[in-house]
């Protein structure tokens, strides 16, 4: 029966198949339809003019999809039968006991939380002692076997990386719970030199684990213990995501290591305890458990019996190649030109002996004259780098990469943009040892922050945002550092101060133009007063010339009689107090005048009537 040990990876690649599928249909249409346009707006057969062969493309198509359809096959990894294989394997056992209860999230261990320190504690131990078999149970309120007794260590530090204090449900130590699913591990290896590391910090609810421990003694099994947290001070209890918990009553929940009970079991058992100093933060504890674990008995001889699958991808990888090949000899074209061709170049690589490497080099260019630049190149810089990080040896690789990165900081300090990705890289591979972790990220902060402080002003703000929010996610992890206190209080600060001076200027810019626009309202407004001025003068000086003509002439008829009523409205409400006195004397004289016209002018038509043409003879 065929297994397939990717098969989760089948959706993935039905969507991938669907997609190359819908590529190529969509790529022919889309290829048709302009052959088409072309034919009918310019009369051209390509298809005849090119001498191509549709059953040749269909069939290349139809081997395209083939080959897709073998990759997508490999992918999945298809698998035989089972068949069984003997593989060595160590005689020593070494079974990890750790706790994963609340107060493992407690962070007094070298600024990082006592499971953290567990993690490493046991992926430092493992890579000291390759070969062995390692196994892997946790507990809290209860025990579980997360990785039985495997040569695979591999498969054991998958498991620790998920480690975190929310798998087990419930609280509390069960210590007991965990030393008997451990004698159950052991039972399979009777024969085996086994040995328990027990990494906890004690906090138990009932001395179970005494009944736990006559077994042990029995079979001759020792525990050796690693207890963790400060035994002097206590730590406040987060949880998996770092938040703080209370108790029933609203207050914080703190926890104490209890060393007490730890040294007894590794007493009982004979074993070794090693406490956590907090003075001695560097001492883990792991040569004396190695000089424990060497002087047990070492088998190399034996055997271990595993059932392995027979692969069968490789075999439709030649079948997929084949195909390809055929691919590549059938041309497009009806004549066979291009596909002898092929073949031809084919069996020609095929065939010929191997050309010499330097004649395939092509001839090298003359060395150019001297050039002088101004900055340095990014190869010249690795070149520095490089040959400082060859002068700088250590046994432990993180601190080599932590001193390396020191070393860059002060000597190149003058490309900080170049280095920062080189700083970046080698702090980051220093802060996977646990001891170091907080130096070397703080001082890639640090850089950080100086690169911030020198950037271009208007992106000071930003870059002080982007360094702050990275000093926050590093004082999470943690609290108790006061130079991250410090930092972040000068980041916000300078930030503060610098988010001030540009409010200010935005003040000021925005005041400047305020200013603008009040002059600029200001000058509008004068010339206005100056238009409505000079518009009254003229008026006044039209009516003076108005009641001039009036007086030498007093039969004119006055054209502004003739002005709308609404005009004489809008007039009349433009003048002043005493204008409007004077224009009601000079009307008062008009009519005056007007009633003397027509007096006149019926005294004269009277005298006509009257008017005897003898008495005048």
């Not at 059932?307 to 190649?321: H, N, S």
């Not at 030109?337 to 065939?351: D, G, P, Y």
């Not at 490309?415 to 703080?442: N, V």
């Given at each position: 029966m065929v297994y397939f040990k990717n098969i989760d990876l089948l959706p993935y690649l039905i969507a991938i198949f669907a997609f190359a599928l819908l590529c190529l249909f969509f790529g022919n249409s889309y290829r048709r339809k302009i052959i088409k346009l072309l034919k009918l707006d310019y009369g051209l057969d390509l298809i005849k003019m090119s001498q191509l062969s549709q059953s040749r493309r269909r069939m290349r198509y139809s081997l395209l999809i083939i080959i897709i359809a073998i990759l997508c096959l490999c992918l999945l990894r298809p698998q035989g039968k089972e068949i069984a294989q003997e593989k060595e394997s160590s005689s020593r056992s070494i079974l990890f006991l750790i706790d994963i209860s609340k107060s493992m999230n407690v962070r007094d261990m070298n600024e990082q939380s006592r499971l953290e320190y567990s993690k490493w504690w046991a992926k430092r131990l493992m890579s000291d002692i390759p070969g062995d078999r390692f196994g892997l149970i946790t507990f809290s309120k209860i025990a579980n076997i997360e990785c039985p007794l495997t040569s695979d260590p591999e498969m054991v530090l998958l498991y620790l990386a998920d480690l975190n204090s929310s798998l087990l449900p419930g609280g509390g130590t069960n210590i007991a719970d965990a030393l008997d699913n451990a004698q159950k591990q052991f039972k399979e290896n009777e024969r085996d030199s086994r040995v328990v590391v027990l990494l906890s910090d004690g906090e138990t609810e009932n001395d179970k684990w005494r009944e736990s421990l006559d077994a042990l003694k029995k079979k001759n099994i020792p525990v050796n213990v690693i207890g963790l947290g400060d035994p002097k001070r206590e730590g406040l209890v987060l949880d998996e995501k770092g938040r703080p918990i209370r108790n029933s009553k609203g207050d914080y929940v703190m926890s104490l290591s209890d060393?007490?009970?730890?040294?007894?079991?590794?007493?009982?058992?004979?074993?070794?305890?090693?406490?956590?100093?907090?003075?001695?933060?560097?001492?883990?504890?792991?040569?004396?458990?190695?000089?424990?674990?060497?002087?047990?008995?070492?088998?190399?001889?034996?055997?271990?019996?595993?059932?392995?699958?027979?692969?069968?991808?490789?075999?439709?990888?030649?079948?997929?190649?084949?195909?390809?090949?055929?691919?590549?000899?059938?041309?497009?074209?009806?004549?066979?030109?291009?596909?002898?061709?092929?073949?031809?170049?084919?069996?020609?690589?095929?065939?010929?002996?191997?050309?010499?490497?330097?004649?395939?080099?092509?001839?090298?260019?003359?060395?150019?004259?001297?050039?002088?630049?101004?900055?340095?190149?990014?190869?010249?810089?690795?070149?520095?780098?490089?040959?400082?990080?060859?002068?700088?040896?250590?046994?432990?690789?993180?601190?080599?990469?932590?001193?390396?990165?020191?070393?860059?900081?002060?000597?190149?300090?003058?490309?900080?943009?170049?280095?920062?990705?080189?700083?970046?890289?080698?702090?980051?591979?220093?802060?996977?040892?646990?001891?170091?972790?907080?130096?070397?990220?703080?001082?890639?902060?640090?850089?950080?922050?100086?690169?911030?402080?020198?950037?271009?002003?208007?992106?000071?703000?930003?870059?002080?945002?982007?360094?702050?929010?990275?000093?926050?996610?590093?004082?999470?992890?943690?609290?108790?550092?006061?130079?991250?206190?410090?930092?972040?209080?000068?980041?916000?600060?300078?930030?503060?101060?610098?988010?001030?001076?540009?409010?200010?200027?935005?003040?000021?810019?925005?005041?400047?133009?305020?200013?603008?626009?009040?002059?600029?309202?200001?000058?509008?407004?004068?010339?206005?007063?100056?238009?409505?001025?000079?518009?009254?003068?003229?008026?006044?000086?039209?009516?003076?010339?108005?009641?001039?003509?009036?007086?030498?002439?007093?039969?004119?008829?006055?054209?502004?009689?003739?002005?709308?009523?609404?005009?004489?409205?809008?007039?009349?409400?433009?003048?002043?107090?005493?204008?409007?006195?004077?224009?009601?004397?000079?009307?008062?004289?008009?009519?005056?005048?007007?009633?003397?016209?027509?007096?006149?002018?019926?005294?004269?038509?009277?005298?006509?009537?009257?008017?005897?043409?003898?008495?005048?003879?």
């Open positions: 060393t007490s009970t730890l040294k007894q079991i590794a007493d009982e058992t004979g074993g070794t305890y090693i406490p956590w100093d907090p003075e001695q933060s560097l001492k883990s504890g792991h040569r004396e458990i190695e000089a424990l674990i060497h002087d047990l008995e070492f088998d190399e001889s034996k055997k271990e019996n595993i059932k392995v699958r027979t692969e069968l991808y490789f075999l439709f990888i030649p079948f997929a190649i084949l195909i390809l090949t055929i691919r590549l000899w059938i041309s497009e074209s009806k004549t066979k030109e291009i596909s002898t061709k092929l073949l031809s170049l084919f069996i020609v690589f095929a065939l010929s002996p191997e050309l010499p490497a330097q004649a395939q080099l092509p001839p090298q260019a003359s060395s150019p004259t001297k050039t002088q630049k101004a900055k340095i190149s990014p190869e010249e810089l690795k070149k520095k780098i490089d040959e400082i990080c060859v002068h700088i040896t250590h046994p432990i690789t993180e601190m080599k990469s932590y001193n390396c990165a020191l070393v860059i900081e002060n000597k190149l300090n003058e490309y900080p943009a170049l280095i920062l990705e080189h700083l970046d890289k080698l702090y980051r591979a220093a802060a996977r040892d646990p001891r170091i972790k907080l130096q070397a990220l703080a001082n890639l902060n640090s850089f950080k922050h100086k690169q911030a402080l020198l950037s271009e002003p208007a992106n000071q703000s930003k870059a002080l945002e982007t360094v702050i929010n990275d000093y926050i996610t590093l004082l999470s992890q943690y609290p108790n550092s006061e130079d991250l206190q410090y930092n972040i209080d000068l980041a916000l600060q300078q930030k503060q101060k610098i988010d001030q001076q540009d409010k200010d200027q935005q003040d000021k810019d925005q005041q400047d133009k305020d200013q603008q626009d009040k002059d600029q309202q200001d000058k509008d407004q004068q010339d206005k007063d100056q238009q409505d001025k000079d518009q009254q003068d003229k008026d006044q000086q039209d009516k003076d010339q108005q009641d001039k003509d009036q007086k030498t002439d007093p039969g004119k008829e006055n054209p502004n009689d003739k002005q709308k009523p609404g005009q004489q409205q809008q007039k009349a409400s433009q003048m002043t107090e005493d204008e409007a006195n004077a224009a009601f004397q000079d009307e008062l004289k008009r009519q005056q005048q007007l009633r003397d016209l027509i007096r006149q002018s019926r005294e004269q038509r009277n005298k006509r009537q009257h008017f005897n043409p003898e008495q005048d003879k």
